[in-house]
């Protein structure tokens, strides 16, 4: 019998001073932050403290890790040569996908109780911060149903399904299952924000269509359905295109996935529509004006997801800071330590006051109240998603070396903090869109005026900084100068929601550090803000 050599490396030394393993964690118990933002956007808040003690288990975080650790694999043909077109997954993606699914991820705003969408976009927030790779297929069945209004035959068919609850990975014709996702495919080769250069020919066959062409981006190629786009005779039209016909595979085929820099867990391929069965959805030419329900409601979920990255990130640098000592001092006890985390903190609850305050309106019906959710969106999107990398990124740094190793998620959410800056909209798209939303719908600019105007007269600075914009920008800017609008706009509505749902410390920071001239270009370069009462909420 082989004798185990004896592991010398760990007879030399007791480990020391390294924080211990998290173990379980209660995702909406320990956070403050979300239980006062959820409260105020009228979130159901039983359902998310249930959800938040589930997914951040231990068992999920180690899904998570698998999940990302093991690639998706595309499986085109079978040993025959015949082709398959499916992906496999490790098994932790599909218990992430049961579990966000089950708990009613994308079902919850369509069930009719209130607050639904703001509920929906708390659950966004807190399986980003277990797994982020999972939320792109249940965000995008959650999207689907609102665009597929357009056509009831289709809505009765495919919405009972996308919004059971019940998940059902397996590759078979959408009669068979009890529950379907859906996915999306618009981005082609020669253009990706610009759809209208489409190439994709869709020709009549019956009462259905043929589709022809290429998508080159088609994340969750094993959802049941996708919404895409192509050229009809009468112009740019919204089509599904099942992935099975009764019984057979319907002609989309994967190419290949894409080696992504992260959201490894989730696929993303390019493929192909040979002459695939599809279902027009709206009115043939309107396809921009039908999918774009669909984009609206994606958009929510790309504005939510930087702040629950941005708060896994946080709240693994505040655990070892707690549980590590450098210089005999605890970390979490130097001031400088204090300064870095308290100052990213802001950015971090920022992001969720704002987004959960988007949420909010989601849940509203009214016209003025649908077109402000429009601008509010993508004012969320575009700062949440500019500060994110950047958090992450100290945030890392927080941890010294082990920030930058496989062993703790910080490179897992690094490599994901990008990305919703890019899809749905990318972020000079999103600010021309801003721009065309205040032009096109005055009354989403008469809410936004009042919810900004809420909070006057409460923090000079505040009232300062909004009276500085309004002189710069008298009317909407130029192209060249829609970053700076947004940025202004996006901060000064995210200050304006921290001073009505935000504690003391955390709004007079936020004013005194993002609007009134406060801090540094870099993290943590921040005059006197109270860090106590900031870091309570880590
Ligand atoms: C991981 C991943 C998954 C994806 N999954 C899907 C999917 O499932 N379905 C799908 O349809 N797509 C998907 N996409 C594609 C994504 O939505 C597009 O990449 C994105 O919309 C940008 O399009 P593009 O890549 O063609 O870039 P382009 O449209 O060429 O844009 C390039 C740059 O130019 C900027 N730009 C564009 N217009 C203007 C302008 N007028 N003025 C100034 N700047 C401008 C953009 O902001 C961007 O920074 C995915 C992308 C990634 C990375």
Redesign the pocket.
Known sequence: MSQVPPREDLLTHDVANQPPARGDVDLWADDPALRDHAGAAGADTDHLARYGAQIGTAQMQEAGRLANRHDPEAVLFDAGGRRLDEVHFHPAYHDLMRAGIGAGYAALPWEGASGGHASHAAMVYLTSQVEPGVCCPMTMTYAAVPALQAEPGLFEAWVPKLTSRAYDGAAKPLARKPGATM?????EKQ????VRSNTTQASPDGEAWRLRGH?W????PMSDGFLTLAQAPGGLTCFLVPRWLEGERNAVRIQRL?D?LG?RANA?AEIEYADALAWRVGEEGAGVRTIIEMVHHTRLDTAMAPAGLMRAALSHAAHWARHRTAFQTQLIDQPLMQAVLADLALDWEGTLALGMHVGGYFDRKGEAERAYARLSVALAKFLGNKLCPALVCEAMECLGGMGYVEDTPLPLLYREAP?NA????????IC?DILRTLRREPLAGEVLSRELGAVAGQYRRYDAALSAHMQRFPRLPD?AQARWYAESLASLLTASVLIRTAPLAVAEAYVATRLGGERGRVPGAVGAIDMGGILSRL
């Open positions: 996915g999306m495919a618009m981005t253009g990706g924000s610009d998508k981006f088609c994340s969750a894409k992504k959201n993303s990305l890019i899809w749905e909209g990318s972020g000079n798209v021309l192209e």
